[in-house]
């Protein structure tokens, strides 16, 4: 059974638009992450929390929100949506360390 | 800021050929090093890490880290075409071993 699951998988809004992105782990871990990855890019780091209420700001958290509301879901907000935040988002959980990555959400912003 | 790079950009070998993969890193404080691989369409995985110098060997993949050039790398042995996929390095900042940042990555295509 997937121990980190993301919903929805692919996304498509128009500019300005609101989107949230779900993520939930069942590794009890302690860390969780939002990820966005584009070509060219590598993974790059847009919120963090290590634990339930706890956020930290990653390197690129502009145009961003997260909430964390239990150990086991953190949520990404986009609230005015622009095309330059098309873009595969992954979701990732660890306990320090090696972190478990979910299957990704494909969203787009026409 | 901690800064990750990582070379080559691409990388073709043939099957059975030794491959070797880079990765750079600026936060002397850094302790937690790893790298990960994500085929085609799917999550990113870890592969292998190491905190301390020296070098680690799991099966045809060995990991080396010389914290004082500020390098790691991997190196997989007799590589087959299923090894075929982006390969991502990461170091931690500082002592914070729940952070990483990760490398731009390296694309490896072993031909048959």
């Known amino acids: 059974e997937a121990a980190v699951t993301q919903s929805p998988r692919n996304k498509v809004t128009v500019t300005g638009g609101n989107v949230t992105l779900s993520c939930r782990q069942t590794n009890s871990h302690n860390y969780m992450y939002w990820y966005r990855q584009d070509t060219g890019h590598g993974l790059r780091l847009i919120h963090y929390?290590?634990?339930?209420?706890?956020?930290q700001i990653g390197d690129v958290p502009d145009g961003y929100k997260a909430t964390r509301t239990t150990q086991e879901d953190f949520f990404l907000l986009l609230e005015l949506a622009s095309p330059s935040q098309t873009s595969l988002y992954f979701c990732?959980?660890?306990?320090?360390?090696?972190?478990?990555f979910g299957p990704g959400t494909r969203l787009t912003v026409l | 800021q901690q800064k990750v790079q990582q070379s080559p950009e691409s990388l073709i070998v043939p099957e059975g050929a030794m491959t070797s993969l880079n990765c750079t890193f600026s936060?002397?404080?850094?302790?937690?090093f790893a790298w990960y691989r994500q085929h085609s369409g799917k999550a990113p995985k870890a592969l292998m890490s190491?905190?301390?110098?020296g070098e680690k060997e799991e099966g045809r993949f060995t990991i080396h880290l010389n914290k004082a050039s500020l390098h790691f790398s991997l190196h997989i042995r007799d590589s087959q075409p299923s090894d075929s996929a982006l390969y991502l390095c990461a170091a931690n900042t500082g002592a914070n071993t729940g952070k990483l940042t990760f490398g731009h990555g390296t694309i490896l295509r072993v031909h048959p």
């Open positions: 990732a959980s660890s306990e320090a360390g090696e972190q478990y």
């Open positions: 190491i905190f301390s110098n």
């Open positions: 929390s290590y634990g339930a209420g706890n956020l």
């Open positions: 936060d002397s404080a850094s302790q937690y």
